[in-house]
């Protein structure tokens, strides 16, 4: 199993980008998707969540800016990134937590390999 994200660059501060990140191989289900990111310094942290039902969770440090969705028959999550303000600058790795086989109900996680995005004037 493989998570390829895209969608990072540079963006000046009030800008907007959306990152996309798709799954791909041997994959029966996909429970919770989401991204994190991490700065110079700080520790990975939880940006947005999605569960395979479509309910959200947010950091509140980017609640009402940021909106992340997916489609599930692409096995793809995404968001979208508005009002973007320079201290959100890091890296964003995209996760999901994944089954499989249908013959256990066991997931794992997996991580992209993370995009970065710059918010500066």
């Known amino acids: 199993v493989q998570l390829q994200a895209s969608g990072g660059g540079l963006v000046q501060p009030g800008g907007s980008l959306r990152l996309s990140c798709a799954a791909s191989?041997?994959?029966?289900?996909?429970?919770?998707m989401g991204w994190y990111r991490q700065a110079p310094g700080n520790e990975r942290a939880l940006v947005a969540s999605?569960?395979?039902?479509?309910?959200?969770n947010y950091a509140d440090s980017v609640k009402g800016r940021f909106t992340i969705s997916r489609e599930n028959a692409k096995n793809t999550v995404y968001l979208r990134m508005d009002t973007l303000k320079p201290e959100d600058t890091a890296v964003y790795y995209c996760?999901?937590?994944?089954?499989?086989?249908?013959?256990?109900?066991?997931?794992?996680?997996?991580w992209g390999q993370g995009t970065l995005v710059t918010v500066s004037s």
């Open positions: 191989g041997s994959i029966f289900s996909i429970n919770d």
């Open positions: 999605i569960t395979s039902g479509g309910s959200a």
């Open positions: 996760h999901a937590d994944i089954r499989r086989n249908s013959g256990s109900r066991t997931s794992y996680n997996y």
